[in-house]
């Protein structure tokens, strides 16, 4: 295969965000968190601890950056308010939808490695499944055609994400009180988004695409990836519903997800 300079372009945007976004990552977990702990006049008495906040903390920065780019990204586009993403289909992929697109892959590579020698979970195969599907459907979509599908769907995923981390960080910090309010809006805005909007609006012109589009190997790939997103935005409803019923309930919060396998 020939590389040309579209090639030489992606490579270069992309290693600029990875080299970006792992600086970053550092910064806030060597300087910023320490600072904010200060700021906020806690003790953090366990490193454990310190390292949730770290996370809780990088997320909520990254999530709330990424927010912003992607309404930059789709500011002006006419399918947008809508959400007609059969309207003004693409035939090369703009350079801001690229930068978009390299900033998601970076991070969902960087939590990809993560969790792997992170403490596991509880819903860690949905989690590690969650990451690889994300990333095939970034791969698969990377195309004109697909772009708008793409950028779309990962706006509409990273939108209620901040807020879940900031009630992390707000119950580390002992401030239930806090953290119960943006658990109740974390899980309206999730209810929406993935729930209702996502298969209505994505899924469902997904499926309308592809049938237009005739028989492709490629369709079909990337339907059963936002299929498998769907199934998992189900199960994730459920600790989420139960997360809030603790809220309900005035029970202290606990990611019902914590629970390491180890102490199954």
């Known amino acids: 295969m020939q590389i040309g300079p579209d090639h030489i372009e992606n490579a270069v945007v992309l290693v600029s965000i990875f080299v970006i976004i792992s600086v970053a990552k550092l910064f806030i977990r060597y300087v910023l968190t320490p600072e904010y702990i200060k700021w906020r006049n806690k003790v953090i008495t366990t490193k454990a601890t310190d390292r949730k906040v770290q996370i809780a903390l990088y997320k909520t920065i990254y999530y709330v950056s990424s927010i912003f780019l992607g309404i930059t990204v789709l500011y002006n586009e006419k399918w947008a308010s809508k959400l007609d993403l059969l309207n003004d ?15 998601e892959i970076c991070f969902y590579v960087n939590e990809l490695t993560t969790i792997m020698y992170e403490p596991k979970k509880q819903d860690f195969f949905q989690l590690f499944l969650h990451h690889i599907t994300t990333l095939a459907l970034m791969y698969f979509s990377f195309v004109p055609k697909y772009i708008n599908f793409g950028v779309a769907i990962l706006l509409l995923h990273d939108i209620s994400d901040p807020v879940l981390e900031f009630a992390k ?9 806090v953290s119960g309010v943006a658990v109740f809006i974390f899980t ?10 996502y298969p209505r609006y994505i899924l469902y012109q997904a499926w309308m695409f592809a049938k ?19 199934v998992m935005h189900v199960i994730w ?9 603790k809220v309900i309930h005035g029970e202290k919060l606990k990611d019902p997800r914590e629970v390491s396998k180890k102490n199954k």
């Open 237 to 245: 409803s459920v600790y989420i519903v139960a997360l809030f019923g």
């Open 212 to 230: 237009m589009e005739g028989f492709c190997i490629s369709n079909y790939v990337i339907l059963v990836c936002l299929s498998c997103l769907q």
């Open 89 to 103: 289909i693409k035939t090369m992929i703009p350079l801001k939808f690229k930068i978009y697109y390299f900033y």
């Open 188 to 197: 309206s805005v999730f209810m929406i988004s993935r729930i209702l909007v």
């Open 169 to 177: 960080i707000e119950h580390y910090m002992d401030n239930e009180v």
